[in-house]
C-alpha cells in the first residue's frame, strides 16, 4: 500500500488550498484516509477523516466550516479543502490509511495509521 | 497542549532500555487501544506499534507497547543510533463525536 501527496503549494492569507492524496496497493475504498498536519518543529494535529466508500466524514472541531475532504473513487485520490488560510496553517499536511481493528471491551476502539503519505508542504505568505 | 501527555524528551546510550510514557484520561487511551509513530527527521511519521502492544511487520522486537489503565508505554531495548526520532502516542477519544488524538511527541536522543 502507498500513497502519494501532491506538490509544495504557495498561498496568499485568505485563499484556499486542495492537497491530493492518490492511493495504491489496496482497495482504496476499503480503509478511511485521515488527514494531519504539522507544523515547522511542531507535534502532528488531527484534522479529520473520509471514508471512501460512503463519502461520509468527521472533522476537528476546530477546522469545522472551513476544511472539506472528498474523494474520487474513479481515481483512488482523496483531496483536502482548506480555506481562509492564514499563517497560521503554513505546516506539512499528511494523508494516511487507517485500518479498524477488533478490540475487546465495552465500546472499545482500535484504530490506527499506515501509511502515511510523503506530506505536502503548504506555505501561507503574503 | 496534547490531550495526551508525553515527556517532551527521554535518552539513552545504545545498548540500554528506554521507556517512553503517554498519559490520557477515561475517553481516550482508557477506553481505546494506543498507537505509536516513529518520526525520523525529515520523513513522515511510522507506525511502529498498534493496538497497544501489536507490532506490524518489519518493525524491530525491541520495540513493544503496553496500556493499563489510562496510560500507555513505549519500551525500547537494545537502544541502537538509528532509533534516535520523535516518538507520539496516538488513539481515539470518545468525546466530541469521536476524534484521533495525539501527544505532543518525545524526542529520544541516543547519546
Known amino acids: 500500500a502507498q500513497l502519494v501527496q501532491s506538490g509544495s503549494e504557495v498561498k496568499k492569507p485568505g485563499a484556499s488550498v486542495k492537497v491530493s492524496c492518490k492511493a495504491s496497493?489496496?482497495?482504496?475504498?476499503?480503509?478511511?484516509i485521515n488527514w494531519v498536519r504539522q507544523a515547522t518543529g511542531q507535534g502532528l494535529e488531527w484534522m479529520g477523516w473520509m471514508n471512501p466508500k460512503r463519502g461520509n466524514t468527521g472533522y476537528a472541531q476546530r477546522f469545522q466550516g472551513r476544511v472539506t475532504m472528498t474523494r474520487d473513487t474513479s481515481i483512488s485520490t482523496a483531496y483536502m479543502e482548506l480555506s481562509s488560510l492564514t499563517s497560521e496553517d503554513s505546516a506539512v499536511y499528511y494523508c494516511?490509511?487507517?485500518?479498524?481493528?477488533?478490540?475487546?471491551?465495552?465500546?472499545?476502539?482500535?484504530?490506527?495509521?499506515?501509511?502515511w503519505g510523503q506530506g505536502t508542504l503548504v506555505t501561507v505568505s503574503s | 497542549q496534547s490531550v495526551l501527555t508525553q515527556p517532551p524528551s527521554a535518552s539513552g546510550t545504545p545498548g540500554q532500555r528506554v521507556t517512553i510514557s503517554c498519559s490520557g484520561s477515561r475517553s481516550n487511551i482508557g477506553t481505546n487501544t494506543v498507537n505509536w509513530y516513529q518520526q525520523l527527521p525529515g520523513t513522515a511519521p511510522k507506525l511502529l506499534i498498534y493496538?497497544?502492544?501489536q507490532r506490524p511487520s518489519g518493525v524491530p522486537e525491541r520495540f513493544s507497547g503496553s496500556k493499563s489503565g489510562t496510560s500507555a508505554s513505549l519500551a525500547i531495548s537494545g537502544l541502537r543510533s538509528e532509533d534516535e526520532a520523535q516518538y507520539y502516542c496516538?488513539?481515539?477519544?470518545?468525546?466530541?463525536?469521536?476524534?484521533?488524538?495525539f501527544g505532543g511527541g518525545t524526542k529520544l536522543t541516543v547519546l
Open positions: 496516538a488513539t481515539w477519544d470518545d468525546s466530541l463525536n469521536g476524534h484521533v488524538v
Open positions: 494516511a490509511r487507517a485500518t479498524l481493528g477488533d478490540c475487546s471491551g465495552d465500546n472499545c476502539y482500535s484504530y490506527w495509521f499506515d501509511p
Open positions: 493496538s497497544s502492544n
Open positions: 496497493g489496496y482497495t482504496f475504498t476499503d480503509h478511511d
